[in-house]
């Protein structure tokens, strides 16, 4: 049955908890670090600022229109509602959104570099590469600004000096999405130890990328 009106909100608002949860046990986040969204009609409901994860109860997920607008008597939404507001309006394909500050990946953002094409793996963004973004202050337009252009036929990117964000179809998706861009990053680190990796051409990873189209897909019955 599908649900509608105050269920339907409730039900969205206990799947991003459960998301929020499973992204620290991965061990891609830590403590109240990171945030965590869902499309929910023409608005978007978005983990609220400062507050522990197993604390969250649904009531506490921020309900916010896309242009920053939140109805009265609830806690104030991630500092972050910037840039999930924006890849949502940006990007109609987006359902929801991880931001975190894994290790790996905000080691390399603070030497603000790129994952480039290592593994073949890499074309899971959606393109060749994934971007890190210029740099800008967290919770502003202009951080907003920087990651769209970085986010630019992507799913994923680095912030500089902060972390990552990506966005898929649903709220697992964009959990495996960003668990898999981490261990991607921590990848590409290790590769670089005993030397440079070789990176795959363009060409190799347009081959990639188009059989990524199929990837993983079964018929339905």
Known sequence: MTLSGGNARQ????????TCKA???SGINQGKSGNV???????????PSGVAYDALKPMDIVLQELDGVCAPGQLL?????????????????AQAIVHAH????????????????????VAVAGGVDIRCS?????????LSRTMITALDGRKACLLANHGMICFDGDLDRALALAI?????ARQYHHARQGGTPVILDDEQMTDVLEKFKSYGRQPRD
């Not at 969204?37 to 983990?47: E, K, V």
């Open 77 to 93: 939404p991630s500092s972050e509602w910037r840039m999930h507001a924006d890849i949502y309006r940006n990007r109609s394909e």
């Open 23 to 25: 992204m620290n046990a």
């Open 180 to 184: 898999e861009v981490e261990s991607l």
């Open 134 to 142: 210029d740099y800008a202050t967290f919770g502003t337009e202009d």
């Open 102 to 121: 894994p290790t790996f990946c905000t080691a390399l953002s603070c030497r603000r570099e790129s994952i480039p094409a290592f593994h073949y793996m």
């Open 37 to 47: 969204s869902a499309r929910f009609g023409d608005a978007m409901l978005i983990t």
């Open 11 to 18: 039900a969205l608002s206990r799947r991003i908890i459960d």
